[in-house]
Structure formats: C-alpha cells, structure tokens
T-cell receptor, first 115, second 111 residues
Framework: DVKVTQSSRYLVKRTGEKVFLECVQD?????MFWYRQDPGLGLRLIYF???????EKGDIPEGYSVSREKKERFSLILESASTNQTSMYLC???FGQGLLESAAFFGQGTRLTVV | RKEVEQDPGPFNVPEGATVAFNCTYS??????FFWYRQDCRKEPKLLMS???SGNEDGRFTAQLNRASQYISLLIRDSKLSDSATYLC????????????FGAGTRLFVKA
C-alpha cells in the first residue's frame, strides 16, 4: 500500500511565524503535491514537484514556498503565517508522467490554525 | 465558469436506493478522470478511475462522456457506509500538467 505521511495532524501557530509542513511518501513516486482544502472551495493546488529540486506553482502559490531535496520528501513553507492561511493542508503523491500518470494518493492532512 | 463543476448536494437517499452524480469539465483536452471519496475530516481516497469505455466496480459504475464533457458515478443499492463526499478529478496535459478537483458532492444514506 502507498503510504503518504504528514508530520502533524493539528498545528496552531501565531501570525507572522514561519511554518514548516513536512510530507514523506514511501513508494518512490516522482510527483508530489500540496493542496489546501477549505469549505465550499474544494481542493486547491498550491505547489507541485515532478522531481527532486524541481517545483512548479499551482493555482494559489502566494505566501507559500516548497522544498524537495530528496525524492521522498516534499516540504511546504509558510514564510509568514497569516490568519487566512488557516486551513486543512493535504499532501499527495503519484507516479508517472503525462498520460501514464497514476491517480494521486493523499496523506492524512494537517489542520493548521493561525491565531 | 469553474473548470470542474459538481452539484454540491447534499443528496439524501434511503438505504438500497440508486443514486447518480454528474461532474462537468470545461477543458476538452482533459485526459484522465477519477472519482475520489472523502469522509468527514479525512483525506480523499481514490474510489475509481474513469475510462472511455466506462467501468464498474461492484455497486459503483463510472461513465465518461467526452462529447458532452461530463463524467458520472452511479451507486446502486446504497449502504449507510456510502455516506461521504464524492470528488470528481480531471487531469489535463495542455500547456503543462494540471489536476483539478471538483468541490465535491455530499451523500447521506439513511436507514
């Protein structure tokens, strides 16, 4: 079974703090993704990565950055947390490229509250 | 117009009922299609892929209509455990990779 693990289930951070969300997958997947999910808005893609040290902006990258130093690990960084970044953050991974791409498998999610 | 649209529901059905969800997508170049299931406060999990020829997995049937740009999910003989949010997912490769999730359709199955 694919396992995608996020470092925390729940986090509470203060406005202005730098926040790190970590994600690790154990299936040697090339592709990794960070989404946020908010009521009524569904899942929105923040950043994704096709390979080590590679990153691409998704639909809502503002206020976020990412790091992929190793194939199995994809980190999401909130440079200066704000209250509008309170959300559920979901990491996902998949294998393949283009038409051979598999469906994505998700981690359990991190519910971040910024106060 | 949203790239992937779903009726948010909720759909309230009795056990044993048949229920169908539709999902429309705007990009005719979309290539891959999936249905995911998400339980309350849990992560989305792949329910099934959707192929051009249609596919069935037990009580679940998925169909793709490229001409009208929609996919559907049919659930027969609904169980209480089918209560969840069902997410439609579309992937296209035009001008770069993009996977888009619908906002989801909520289903409540009642005894």
């Amino acid at each position: 079974d694919v396992k995608v693990t996020q470092s925390s289930r729940y986090l509470v951070k203060r406005t202005g703090e730098k926040v790190f969300l970590e994600c690790v997958q154990d299936m040697d997947h090339e592709n990794m993704f960070w989404y946020r999910q908010d009521p009524g808005l569904g899942l929105r893609l923040i950043y994704f990565s096709y390979d080590v040290k590679m990153k691409e902006k998704g639909d809502i990258p503002e206020g976020y950055s990412v790091s992929r130093e190793k194939k199995e690990r994809f980190s999401l960084i909130l440079e200066s947390a704000s209250t509008n970044q309170t959300s559920m953050y979901l990491c996902a991974s998949s294998f393949g490229q283009g038409l051979l791409e598999s469906a994505a498998f998700f981690g359990q999610g991190t519910r971040l509250t910024v106060v | 117009r949203k790239e992937v649209e779903q009726d948010p529901g909720p759909f309230n059905v009795p056990e044993g009922a048949t229920v169908a969800f539709n999902c429309t997508y705007s990009n005719s170049a979309s290539q891959s299609f999936f249905w995911y299931r998400q339980d309350c406060r849990k992560e989305p999990k792949l329910l099934m892929s959707v192929y051009s020829s249609g596919n069935e997995d037990g009580r679940f049937t998925a169909q793709l209509n490229r001409a009208s740009q929609y996919i559907s999910l049919l659930i027969r003989d609904s169980k209480l455990s089918d209560s969840a949010t069902y997410l439609c997912v579309v992937t296209d490769y035009t001008g770069g990779f993009k996977t888009i999730f619908g906002a989801g359709t909520r289903l409540f199955v009642k005894a």
